[in-house]
């Protein structure tokens, strides 16, 4: 498709001759991934800040070589019914109280757009919908139906974690095999662009495609960018979890572990950290035929954390091989820690920029975002003429981060 940017231009033209601002507003973007009980973080101040919400995640009906009898007794339910290669929401209680919830904040926040997400880590069914052009079309026609039943939805977001391969469930694919699931990668993304349109065109709304995707090499390599960038209305460059994607290059670990200690979402990519980094990412993609337009920045609202980190100060990473994984915290339950009462020590790394926490005693080693790291990233986009920022996952956050991001993408920010 290459009906989209001319269709947009055209528009932007029309705001200019009625003397109207074209400029469009900076990106402040969550994922709210719903783990059942209340919707607390959707009534938080803080969200009033938003403009898009991304709702995580809508799953896909057929199987995989990847399920296991556990996840098939689990998916069995909510597919019954549902035509393979489809996408549903299930009908139940839980998922009502959290489109209503999601309904309300709207009418609060009227310009706020709500995105509906597809896949996530550990989903494997992206290879399976791509193959073939019934299911392609299966995956399409009730991609249009859920827009068309559940009207609070306003697009759809393509989480394919990853095209190409190296994954949960597969190892990175051939050349020939990446080649191959690229082509039909961007069949796909025609194939949702062209009905998106179509719906447009009769109801006259806009309606967004947008996608989350990594920064890396092998990544980038997995899409054809320059085929199917103009059919996105958004990227949302997933510049975070780097400490695991060390473990995929060093020793083909692709079960998404925790890695060696060291940041997990840096800005800055430099030896230090062995070449990781947002900038890194951003580059990677904007060489792809990405424009730097649609790129918005990831943050992560929780924290990695290992034990018997073998860290000296100033140096990165943080313990070369040593160290185990402790666990993930959200910032919530980070803060909750009060871990400088405890004798950790509050750092920052000011090459990489980058925050962390160290215990000397344990060698414990957490990274996180925080509001310096939202300001250093948010200076980034203004700097790179990026869409703006977003950040996984809201609900891990008590409005303190959401307040930062929307402050660090402000045109007056310093």
Same mark, same amino acid.
């Given at each position: ?133 019934? *299911?392609?079309?299966?995956?399409? +026609? ?5 827009? &068309?039943?559940?009207?609070? @939805? =306003? %697009? $759809?977001? /393509? ?18 095999? *990446?080649?191959?699931?690229?082509? +039909? ?5 025609? &194939?949702?662009?062209?009905? @998106? =349109? %179509? $719906?447009? /065109? ?213």
């Amino acid at each position: 498709m290459r009906t989209r940017t001319a269709f947009f231009s055209a528009l932007c033209l029309g705001a200019t001759w009625l003397g109207l601002p074209a400029a469009a507003q900076p990106v402040i973007a969550t994922y709210y991934y719903p783990s059942g009980g209340t919707q607390a973080a959707l009534q938080r101040p803080s969200v009033q800040k938003l403009t898009h919400l991304i709702y995580s995640f809508v799953p896909v009906c057929g199987d995989s070589p990847a399920f296991d009898a556990e996840e098939k007794k689990v998916r069995d339910p909510i597919c019954a019914g549902v035509a393979d290669y489809a996408i549903t929401l299930p009908d139940t209680p839980q998922i009502r109280a959290e489109l209503t919830a999601i309904a309300e904040l709207k009418q609060r926040n009227p310009g706020l757009k709500i995105i509906a997400s597809v896949g996530g880590w550990g989903m494997p069914m992206y290879p399976e919908v791509v193959v073939a052009p019934e *299911r392609r079309k299966a995956f399409t +026609d009730s991609a249009v139906a859920l827009l &068309t039943k559940y009207p609070v @939805f =306003d %697009g $759809l977001d /393509i989480d394919w974690e990853y095209p190409g391969g190296g994954d949960e469930a597969r190892a990175p694919l051939s050349d020939a095999g *990446r080649m191959q699931e690229a082509a +039909d990668h961007r069949a796909l993304v025609e &194939t949702l662009r062209g009905a @998106f =349109d %179509g $719906l447009e /065109i009769q109801d006259g709304r806009e309606r967004l495609l947008t996608t989350a995707v990594a920064g890396y090499p092998r990544s980038v390599a997995g899409i054809d960018w320059k085929g199917v960038e103009d059919d996105f209305d958004l990227v949302f460059v997933m510049t975070y979890d780097f400490t695991p994607e060390k473990s995929f290059e060093r020793i083909g670990d692709y079960s998404g572990g925790g890695g060696w200690p060291g940041h997990h979402t840096n800005l800055v990519a430099g030896p230090s950290t062995e070449g990781y980094g947002s900038d890194a990412m951003i580059r990677n993609l904007a060489a792809a035929g990405v424009p730097k337009a649609k790129m918005v920045l990831g943050a992560g609202f929780y924290a990695r954390e290992w034990k018997n980190a073998h860290f000296e100060e100033g140096r990165f990473p943080a313990s070369g091989s040593s160290g185990e994984l402790a666990g993930m915290a959200s910032w919530t339950e980070v803060q909750a820690r009060e871990l400088e009462a405890k004798g950790w020590t509050a750092g920052y790394d000011e090459t990489a920029e980058a925050a962390y926490f160290h215990d000397p005693k344990t060698g414990g080693f957490l990274s996180l975002d925080t509001p310096r790291t939202l300001a250093a990233k948010g200076r980034y986009v203004q700097q790179e003429g990026l869409a703006g920022l977003f950040a996984w996952e809201l609900s891990q956050d008590d409005g303190t981060l959401v307040e930062a991001m929307a402050t660090a993408v402000a045109k007056d920010a310093d």
